[in-house]
């Protein structure tokens, strides 16, 4: 079993549209939990970032993490074309030989339809 | 947000012959930099911690001599992959952390091997 799972998808949404993306994990030490926007063929870009259990709100998006359920989730309000992306979900612990290293989802590749 | 930068940003090698990668933090210090490597449709895949000061932390089953990394600076980590040969075509992007949790990418290096 992998540490972090993550449905690759691909999902197709109207424009518009909530998408959710999700991941859950089973390494109960994760501490900080992101999610990264990658567009093909560049490095991921860091769009929202968590510590613990909460909600986190930035404009369109949305960040959920429930540490009781090991599931964390990504929302993304009035999508739009340029979202069509693959979206990452990472995580890692609180330090030690974890220190900064990042454990990544598969990623789910999204594309949003005018 | 923070700026990482990657150079080259694709380069194409004859099998056997060593490439070089930089990977810069633009406007913080990093002591910790990341290295990655991704395969298409694939999520990214850590090779090694870059310790500015310090010998390189390699991850189980990447080979230190093939990959050598070294952190000169606090704003510097090169990748050499030595004796390229094509099983090393990949996609390779490093990371900063500029927050004890929190990483930032750069935009990747695509290396292709002949």
């Known amino acids: 079993q992998k540490e972090v799972e993550q449905d690759p998808g691909p999902l197709s949404v109207p424009e518009g549209a909530i998408v959710s993306l999700n991941c859950t994990y089973s390494?109960?030490?994760?501490?900080?939990f992101m999610w990264y926007r990658q567009y093909s063929r560049k490095g991921p870009e860091l769009l929202m970032y968590?510590?613990?259990?909460g909600n986190k709100e930035d404009g369109r998006f949305t960040a959920q993490v429930d540490k009781s359920s090991k599931y964390i989730s990504l929302f993304i309000r009035d999508s739009q074309p340029s979202d069509s992306a693959t979206y990452l979900c990472a995580m890692s612990g609180a330090g030690g030989t974890s220190y900064g290293k990042l454990t990544f989802g598969q990623g789910t590749i999204l594309t949003v339809h005018p | 947000g923070a700026v990482v930068s990657q150079h080259p940003s694709w380069v194409i090698c004859k099998s056997g012959t060593s490439v070089k990668i930089e990977c810069r933090s633009l406007d913080f210090q990093a002591t910790t930099m990341f290295w990655y490597r991704q395969f298409p449709k694939q999520s990214l895949m850590l090779m090694a911690t870059s310790n500015e000061g310090s010998k390189a932390t390699y991850e189980q089953g990447v080979e230190k001599d093939k990959f050598l990394i070294n952190h000169a600076s606090l704003t510097l980590s090169t990748l050499t992959v030595t004796s390229a040969h094509p099983e090393d075509s990949s996609f390779y992007i490093c990371?900063?952390?500029?927050?004890?949790?929190?990483?930032?990418f750069g935009p990747g290096t695509r290396l292709l091997v002949l």
């Open positions: 390494n109960s030490a994760f501490q900080y």
């Open positions: 968590t510590y613990s259990s």
């Open positions: 990371s900063a952390n500029r927050r004890k949790e929190t990483q930032y």
